[in-house]
T-cell receptor, first 111, second 113 residues
């Protein structure tokens, strides 16, 4: 039972344009959501997070939107840069602190 | 400040053998979590340790076990290895539980032949 789903295995975006990565969840008890970025041969690194009491959180070029009624969150990267090419993981947690992870979306930024 | 250190980085084992992986968290971090990553499967949670106690456990068979020492260093062990155990095993540390932001090591790549 996949509680956190990233339905797009990969996404290709032109440099300078907006990248939108999507994530859906099924467990209404999740109250904290995070995005991580992973380069090959490295561990994931934290990118941005959002609490369920908010619907938007922004950090530089990265913005995460949360739609609780749709159980959907998205990560927007504007403008996309070549260094953004990586695998992006969405993760969610409830009160037991255990993070549940999506399968990841590979983002490819084309020059 | 040194990051999360995992050893060994790469190892090859044969079916039926056992393996022990080590993780040294960032200094001062007391929570250590372990994940298994296989292609197309994302990160599968193995277990979480805090103050030498296992606080959470994922849906893995009993062949997978772990422990945490008083200095917060952690080890995980897989016994009776199977081909399907081939994966990247990632360790992550955080200051305390529930902070959300995990700091990952580079992982231990296990190949089972």
């Amino acid at each position: 039972d996949q509680q956190v789903k990233q339905n797009s295995p990969s996404l290709s975006v032109q440099e300078g344009r907006i990248s939108i990565l999507n994530c859906d969840y099924t467990n209404s008890m999740f109250d904290y959501f995070l995005w991580y970025k992973k380069y090959p041969a490295e561990g994931p690194t934290f990118l941005i997070s959002i609490s369920s009491i908010k619907d938007k959180n922004e950090d530089g070029r990265f913005t995460v939107f949360l739609n609780k009624s749709a159980k959907h969150l998205s990560l927007h990267i504007v403008p996309s840069q070549p260094g953004d090419s990586a695998v992006y993981f969405c993760a969610a947690s409830a009160s037991n602190y255990q993070l549940i992870w999506g399968a990841g979306t590979k983002l490819i930024i084309k020059p | 400040k040194a990051g999360v250190t995992q050893t060994p980085r790469y190892l090859i084992k044969t079916r039926g053998q056992q393996v022990t992986l080590s993780c040294s968290p960032i200094s001062g971090h007391r929570s250590v979590s372990w994940y298994q990553q296989t292609p197309g499967q994302g990160l599968q949670f193995l277990f979480e340790y805090f103050s030498e106690t296992q606080r959470n456990k994922g849906n893995f068979p009993g062949r997978f076990s772990g422990r945490q020492f008083s200095n917060s260093r952690s080890e995980m062990n897989v016994s009776t290895l199977e081909l399907g155990d081939s994966a990247l095993y990632l360790c992550a540390s955080s200051l305390s539980r529930g902070t959300g932001e995990l700091f990952f090591g580079e992982g231990s790549r296990l190949t089972v032949l």
